[in-house]
């Protein structure tokens, strides 16, 4: 099974409020990385917290991370037309091997 | 100027064919991967190679072989296509080889379909 999973799957939001997705994992962390993914372009890293940190912003952005939850949220704040894309955090596991497990991503709209 | 580029975009062909996919990254990066995105947008790592050696290779059928000719390079070869092969392909580098704080860049993607 996945090792994160956003909330909600699908998003739809007026241009000016706020976005909220969340996502949960199951195994211990090292660092939770949020990425954005433009319609049919790659990924683009937006942010990442460690596994010692509860909060981080950057610009509108704003991370949280509660590990006694296993659980992490992304808020974007006063949303643009342009925030219209899917995101998707990803986890780097304590143990083995680097790599990022990626959840299946919150489809996010804005509409003008 | 592009950080990451992948060669083709796009890729239609025949069940049973063999094709290759090609990334380069101009960033000086040590690391670089390969995941597949399916048709329901979930993305998962298939390789990752350090300064060109293999350090993860996932469940992935041996079909499908990397090849690192250099740190800059990361191609990717799939031999007797099938229609589940039919995904995204996403190259992606990184700074470190091993650390666990390292930003993923990724190129746009590569559109196969297997027909």
């Known amino acids: 099974s996945q090792q994160g999973e956003e909330d909600p799957q699908a998003l739809s939001i007026q241009e000016g409020e706020n976005a909220t997705m969340n996502c949960s994992y199951k195994t211990s962390i090292n660092n939770l990385q949020w990425y954005r993914q433009n319609s049919g372009r790659g990924l683009v890293h937006l942010i990442l917290?460690?596994?010692?940190?509860r909060e981080k912003h950057s610009g509108r952005l704003r991370v949280t991370l509660d590990t006694s939850k296993k659980s992490s949220s992304l808020l974007i704040t006063a949303s643009r037309a342009a925030d219209t894309a899917s995101y998707f955090c990803?986890?780097?596991?304590?143990?083995?091997?680097?790599?990022?497990?990626f959840g299946q991503g919150t489809r996010l709209t804005i509409n003008p | 100027d592009t950080a990451v580029s992948q060669t083709p975009k796009y890729l239609v062909t025949q069940m049973g064919n063999d094709k290759s996919i090609k990334c380069e990254q101009n960033l000086g990066h040590d690391t670089m991967y390969w995941y597949k995105q399916d048709s329901k947008k979930f993305l998962k790592i298939m390789f990752s190679y350090n300064n060109k050696e293999l350090i993860i290779n996932e469940t992935v059928p041996n079909r499908f072989s990397p090849k690192s000719p250099d740190k800059a390079h990361l191609n990717l070869h799939i031999n007797s296509l099938e229609l589940g092969d039919s995904a995204v392909y996403f190259c992606a580098s990184s700074q470190g080889g091993g650390g666990r704080g390292d930003t993923q860049y990724f190129g746009p993607g590569t559109r196969l379909t297997v027909l």
């Open positions: 917290i460690r596994s010692n940190e």
């Open positions: 990803a986890t780097v596991l304590i143990q083995g091997a680097q790599k990022l497990v």
